[in-house]
């Protein structure tokens, strides 16, 4: 009887352990579009990493953009980004921005060829099934789990704390939905993609009855208010199956990019029909350009509001206004 009741006594403090460490609090870094303005910006991206490591985030993503649109895109150059992304010391989850391929067919950025430059990110940066930086974790790819999609290998799941991570291969310049009929059958292939792994996310949320989700991704999807209902836009599609699923599935979500170079917190996804905001949905727009600088955001699980965010703004790495 006594030991009966000392193993239910130690079944009780487990639980309540387990319980506890799955209620952590934790923190990462959002950060994206850098570095831009190049050689000059190489040591202010430097010393963002640095204040990044010192800060020992649980992991960081960066949302894309890892140059400007008039960089040229060459093998060269994202071996220097690949470089800096193994400087991170906490693991790092990218997710490609146009920059590094969409754009370019620019002849300031060398007049690549868009689809041949996506194909070499894939080869250069998602090889295995983990994440970047020094220290890596494992990441569910889109790849892996449905043949139909075994070249999206940019898109993951990872989990922590009871919250569902998605990255997503998402880009500005219209996601690629323009230019020519090569882009737009790029676009369509990719945005099925897209479509299924953020159906695949909700489902996965709500059978495990995580607290939330996070998607990241690198478009400003809400530069203007007809990206949603515009026949050409490139986001119309992801912006109302957001909507649907997010007024579904009730729970915080957090959405995560760049792109437009500004930092932004507001709550810009309304419902399907356009007419209220979905109360659910927060945005974190990154800054990046001329600002090289990042977002701490710590997830509180169990709150009612799960996320706070603290800008992490670096005085030496503040652009200096020209006399």
Request: charged residues 25%; hydrophobic residues 35%.
């Amino acid at each position: 009887m006594k030991s009966h009741c000392l193993k239910s006594v130690f079944v009780a403090i487990f639980i309540t352990i387990a319980s506890s460490a799955t209620a952590q609090s934790f923190k990462f870094i959002a950060l994206g579009d850098m570095p831009y303005n190049i050689p000059d910006d190489y040591a202010r991206y430097e010393r963002l990493i640095q204040r990044i490591n010192n800060l020992n985030p649980t992991f960081a993503i960066f949302v894309g953009d890892t140059k400007s649109g008039s960089t040229p895109c060459s093998d060269d150059y994202n071996l220097i980004v690949q470089n800096y992304f193994n400087q991170f010391k906490s693991p790092l989850i990218y997710s490609p921005g146009d920059n590094e391929w969409t754009d370019c067919h620019r002849l300031s950025a060398d007049a690549y060829d868009p689809i041949e430059r996506l194909h070499n990110l894939r080869r250069t940066f998602f090889q295995t099934q983990y994440s970047l930086g020094q220290k890596r974790i494992p990441l569910t790819r889109q790849a892996d789990t449905d043949p139909r999609y075994r070249k999206f290998i940019e898109n993951s799941f990872w989990v922590k704390n009871q919250f569902l991570f998605v990255n997503l291969h998402i880009t500005g310049s219209n996601n690629n939905f323009e230019r020519d009929d090569r882009s737009r059958e790029e676009y369509y292939e990719r945005n099925q993609a897209n479509l299924s792994w953020i159906q695949e996310a909700f489902q996965t949320a709500t059978s495990k009855n995580y607290e939330g989700i996070i998607f990241a991704y690198q478009a400003d999807m809400f530069y203007t208010p007809k990206q949603a209902t515009d026949p050409e836009s490139g986001f119309r599609d992801t912006l109302q199956l957001l909507s649907k699923s997010a007024e579904e599935f009730k729970k915080p979500i957090l959405l995560i990019h760049g792109d437009s170079h500004r930092l932004i917190i507001d709550q810009p996804l309304r419902t399907a029909d356009q007419k209220q905001v979905l109360e659910n949905v927060i945005r974190l727009e990154v800054m990046g350009a001329n600002q090289v600088q990042a977002v701490e955001i710590e997830i509180n699980p169990g709150a009612e509001q799960p996320f706070s965010f603290t800008p992490i703004m670096l005085q030496e790495n503040r652009r200096r206004p020209k006399p």
